[in-house]
């Protein structure tokens, strides 16, 4: 599974950051049937895990209800230099992983 | 009159045949717990208010399968006073606890954007708990043309 993620560049210290991620996935609801007429079995990332220098900062528990491709956009502030690191899995237990490298001036 | 009575037989097979792709097939795991016992689990009974909650949808969605929807609390997210969780609830889907989001207060704001299927029109709620123990919610009104979640296909 990949994701795109996107963290306001270049902050200062104190500073409000944006961050955004887009998981590639269909997040499937389990109310779709296939071709054959077999409901597909429901699949969706079901959480997600945002730690900032291993300090978890944002947790989400979703359902069916988010849309295909789940987008996020949560905020943090920049409090040094480091890593974000995302961390999702769904519900066959598919597990993704993301780290951004973020640096932090002043 | 054996014939009459095959034709009447063969009309309710045809019937049930074209009837037979609309049966919803619906997950093991939903359920009829309304919107309400849900909110009272994560507030243990306590009081919810409204306002200090902003919770942006768009009036009229197109499409049901992509909502974009925006939760903003006021809130000043220091130590001592933050947003601990925010909840959303969209009572005409089949699973109405759309999503939990968790924050903290290194969130710095308290703000969250995301995307959601809706299936029909309807009151969106937003429940949002305060460090201080105290709940408060938003509700938006959205009219979906296409739903999502019934799309058997």
């Known amino acids: 599974m990949t994701a795109r993620i996107q963290v306001t560049p270049n902050p200062k210290r104190g500073d409000v950051i944006e961050i955004r991620i887009a998981i590639q996935h269909p997040m499937e609801t389990g109310f779709r049937l296939d071709d054959g007429g077999r409901a597909i079995p429901k699949n ?51 597990t993704g992983s993301e780290r951004v490298a973020l640096t932090v001036t002043g | 009159m054996l014939k009459n009575i095959y034709r009447r037989g063969f009309l309710a097979q045809l019937l049930a045949v074209c009837a037979w792709p609309f049966a919803p097939a ?6 009829s717990e309304s919107v309400e016992a849900m909110v009272r689990k994560v507030t243990g009974g306590a009081k919810v208010e409204t306002g200090r909650v902003k919770l942006e949808l768009p009036v009229l969605a197109d499409n049901g399968n992509s909502v974009s929807l925006k939760v903003n609390v006021d809130s000043p997210m220091t130590p001592a006073n933050y947003v601990k969780s925010i909840h959303i609830y969209a009572a005409r889907n089949p699973r109405p606890n759309v999503a939990n989001f968790y924050l ?41 043309t296409l739903s999502a979640c019934y799309d058997a296909t």
Do not use: H
């Open chain 1, 44 to 94: 969706v990332v079901n959480k997600l895990v945002c730690r900032y220098n291993n300090v978890e900062i944002f947790r989400a528990e979703m359902g069916s209800g988010i849309a295909a491709n789940p987008f996020l956009d949560f905020f943090t502030v920049a409090e040094a230099s480091g890593e974000l690191v995302f961390d999702w899995v769904d519900d066959q237990g598919q």
């Open chain 2, 26 to 31: 619906r997950g093991a795991d939903v359920g």
């Open chain 2, 104 to 144: 903290g207060p290194r969130a710095g704001r308290a703000q969250l954007s995301t995307r959601v299927r809706l299936g029909g029109s309807q009151r969106v709620l937003a429940l949002v708990a305060l460090s201080d123990g105290t709940f408060w919610s938003a509700t938006a009104d959205v009219v979906v």
